[in-house]
């Protein structure tokens, strides 16, 4: 029997670089235009309450209170520090990358199953590919930046189920940025529920009950509900019966729709094919740690009812992360490599694995396909548009899209001259056609979030006189009656929109959008 080859350490660390080294070189695509639409609009809202606007009065999101102090943290950097806030914004998410990374290698550590040679080469490197790469057009979303501020608890948590006890300021910290994470979105406590589920029923009531990190998670969740009802009551006592009663409507598919669509549907089947893999075959705890934050990532995904992909980004994640767990854990047990003799399949096996994921990541999603074509794009257009007619850099944009405005408004330094973002609450309230004997509402039957956008959008429009008033014929909203759903026609119904909008004449027509501008005097 022949001995197996080996080969120099650092001709292992030189075989080694690319799966560190892309992924650093991935994140300064990000840095280019455009920004994610949604993280756009956040900003600019977080830009409008850091300059003095009310939160949740003069400038109206759905997006709970924590978002945006979250996301006033690259605006307020930027006030210091040359630089846009969109600039600081990816900056500081980069930075948060490298944190969890940082973090994530040195509790990897600490999880007896991952005290492996391919285990340990290989859950690092796929980890940074999650972090870096999957994301894509998706960069820094509030499910991206939550995977990447949770990792460290999802590691720990693999400690943890295997009573492996943690530092206490460690725990807390990892508590507190994971509870911080987990209440961007109501829908993302899911995941530490299922977690803390399946903890309590491995290890018992005792050291759940002494385990500081479900205690910081929970009173992260606890501080901001009371939050929501004291620095930001607006929020608790207005807006968020809106988004109930107006958002929850609005997206093409229902839950039922999202657990069959294309992305979560393959994901739930991997899921259980490498969860069961793993429990079976490899009888690994970590794995079932795993495949529990994989199902409270896909609960998540779900609740949310809207079919967005970058909804099932975690539950993905989580998947692909499985994938790696089970694989290397099973050459790990059957065919055990020792970290100082089988240095060469270590790091072949990890790197043929890794090109793989690179390379179909490229393949279902062209690398930075939207900066290189952002000039181009609706958005660069229509934001060449708004530069040469808009002087004050004003727009008022009756459509029931975040994109384009966002990141244009951004990249152009404008300004909606609206309190709310789109019309979503009109949305809300017309999307269904049954209820309705007429294509709009009379404003006298109206209900209140009805009227409150229908008076609010007109009152604002007559005050600011943006430069220009833009209208999506697109108007996201079911054809009733055989009609389709005009913003201008439906805002004309008020005097104050009618009798401002006389001030205004068609410019030119664009794409799906009709644009006026303010007639200039003489």
Known sequence: MTNPPKIPQRV????????????????????????????AAILDVSARWVGGEKLYVQVIDENLPLTFVVHSLPVLTAKILPGSPTFWFTAWVVAGIFASFWACRRLVRLVPSA??????????????FLFTVLPNEHFGQREHIMFVASAPYMIASMARAELVPLRRFSAIAIGLVAGLAFALKPYFIAIPATVELYLLFRRGWRPTLTDPIPWAIGGVALLHVML??????????????????AYAPIGEEGWRGVLTS???????????IFGLIAVVFTKTISAHVLVVFGVGAAISAIAQAKGWPYHVLPALSAVILLAALTVS??????????????????????????????????????????????EDSIGGRLQHIIEQHAPHRTILALSPGIYPWWPLINYSHGRMTMRLLSMWVTQGAYATCDDFPALYNPPDTM?????????????DFAREQPDLLIVDRVAGIPRCQGKEFDYLEYFL?????????????????FDRYRIYRKKKTK
């Open 447 to 459: 209900g209140d979030s009805e009227k409150f956008v229908f008076d609010a959008v007109s009152e």
């Open 262 to 272: 294309n992305v979560m549907a393959p994901t739930l089947i991997a899921l259980v």
């Open 12 to 39: 292992e660390r030189l075989l080694l670089i690319p799966l560190f080294a892309l992924p650093v070189l991935w994140l300064a695509g990000y840095f280019f235009p455009p920004i994610n639409h949604d993280v």
């Open 228 to 245: 929501m009802y004291t620095v930001f009551a607006d929020y608790g006592r207005f807006v968020m019966p809106l988004a109930v009663e």
């Open 493 to 509: 119904q008020n005097r104050t929109f009618a009798d401002a909008f006389e001030s205004y004449e068609h410019l030119m027509d």
């Open 115 to 128: 005290d492996h040679a391919l285990t340990e080469a290989l859950l690092p490197p796929v980890l940074l």
């Open 329 to 374: 854990q099973t050459v790990d047990r059957y065919l055990p490599l020792s970290r100082s003799g089988h240095r060469l399949p270590v790091a072949v096996i990890s790197a043929t694995l890794m090109v793989l994921l690179y390379f179909q990541a490229a393949l279902y999603t062209p690398p930075f396909y939207k900066q290189r074509q952002f």
